[in-house]
């Protein structure tokens, strides 16, 4: 079993940015103020984390993290004056959940503290639970009024950032030119995920990771980053073992009509009559996109097409139980969103085996001090493989013509 430390900053609210060596940017955080973390790890039962999201065309949500901590001696009570903590225990800390393995630290998750929840059962036994949320929420929660540039994408969602006071990031530059746009009381995140879907049709990505910086992944990012590119493991027959693997293949992601339109543009509509004779019209839309030209939202409208047109029998998620298996264990730490992973299974009774690659879309930990236990929502490659750019791939052999 990895070790397990849960860490909260008790005295820097949720809008201290302190620089910290290796863990933030100077220049987007304050230098010399002092950041403290404590580690309550001995006093964990238990903990769970939650990243991503759970289907295709969803926006990733907020990550979430809870921690049950046993609160017997009434260190984490806000009333109670001889605490170790007292005056401090709020809504708004920072927590951070780490895993140390074979003296490998991995980070888990970094958010922020929006609640405690406290249990008790009587005579003696209590717990308190700090439930903590990452940046996506608090772009959620803050409207924004400003005027952005008529610049490449990734200058566009720092501004968006900058309107939010969003310091933590990790921004590509871009591959799409957007005009000026004017956001007035408009909701940042909604800013947000409009310039992802302005730059890419989901080739491209807004989220936040797990150090709660916000990603911005442009659309070229699946082709030329190798952990999107190539697969990184293989799990399932003859490979990582697997507890669970759910399996979908339904109509629900079939998308043969689509109509996308930007601010000032003509709507551009691509279809697939051949999908449209098997599934019957199956409508997507969108408008307001930030793009200059419309014949690149025509292409980005026809990425939809080529990644929906069709119904697809698609590994949803596996769940791993690394505990006894060494390999496992590392593969379920390190893993990262938008990871390109390998599942291969046979369907009972002896069928032939099935191998898929897919991204990863999402990650759930459940950790005690007894088991850990590891879910990778998966998404669908199709439509999305790498695209073939000069002296990197072999068109139509290992790559795909994309825009």
């Not at 900058?162 to 956001?183: H, K």
């Amino acid at each position: 079993m990895p070790t397990f430390t849960t860490e909260i900053r008790f005295t820097a609210g949720a809008s201290s940015t302190g620089f910290e060596l290796g863990t933030a940017l100077l220049g987007y955080s304050t230098l010399g103020t002092a950041v403290t973390w404590s580690d309550v790890s001995s006093d964990v039962r238990n903990l769970s984390i939650s990243r991503g999201k759970q289907r295709e065309l969803d926006e990733f949500s907020a990550g979430s993290a809870s921690v049950t901590l046993s609160n017997t001696a009434r260190t984490y009570d806000p009333n109670y004056a001889s605490g170790t903590y007292y005056g401090n225990i709020k809504p708004g800390r920072w927590m951070r959940i780490k895993a140390t393995y074979e003296s490998t630290e991995y980070e888990l998750y970094q958010g922020v503290i929006r609640e405690w929840q406290y249990g008790y059962s009587f005579p003696n036994e209590a717990v308190a639970i700090p439930r903590a949320s990452d940046f996506m929420e608090d772009l959620n929660n803050a409207d924004i009024t400003t005027t952005t540039s008529a610049a490449v994408s990734g200058t566009v969602v720092a501004e968006i950032l900058n309107a939010a006071n969003i310091i933590p990031r990790d921004l590509d530059t871009g591959q799409e030119t957007f005009q000026a746009v004017s956001l007035a009381s408009a909701n940042a995140l909604t800013a947000l995920q409009t310039a992802d879907k302005s730059e890419g049709g989901g080739l491209s990505a807004v989220y936040c990771n797990e150090e709660n910086q916000v990603v911005f992944e442009d659309r070229n990012s699946l082709s030329t980053n190798t952990r999107s590119n190539t697969s990184q493991a293989t799990f399932g027959t003859s490979a990582l073992p697997v507890d669970e693997i759910d399996i979908d293949y339904s109509s629900d992601l079939i998308k043969n009509d689509v109509s996308l339109t930007r601010i000032g543009g003509s709507a551009q509509t691509k279809t697939d009559s051949t999908s449209q004779d098997d599934y019957g019209i199956r409508s997507f839309s969108l408008t307001g996109l930030y793009n200059n030209s419309d014949s690149n939202v025509g292409n980005i409208a026809q990425s939809y097409i080529d990644a929906f047109k069709d119904a697809e029998l698609r590994v949803r998620s596996i769940t791993i139980h690394p505990r006894m298996n060494n390999a496992l264990m590392i593969q379920a730490l390190s893993r990262k969103i938008r990871d390109r992973i390998t599942i291969s299974y046979d369907p009972p009774p002896g069928g032939t085996t099935v191998t898929d690659e897919m991204f990863i879309s999402g990650i759930e930990h459940t950790a005690s001090a007894q088991d850990f236990r590891t879910k990778f929502t998966l998404e669908s490659v199709t439509g999305r493989s790498p695209y073939w750019m000069l002296g990197t791939g072999e068109l139509g052999t290992t790559t795909v013509l994309g825009f």
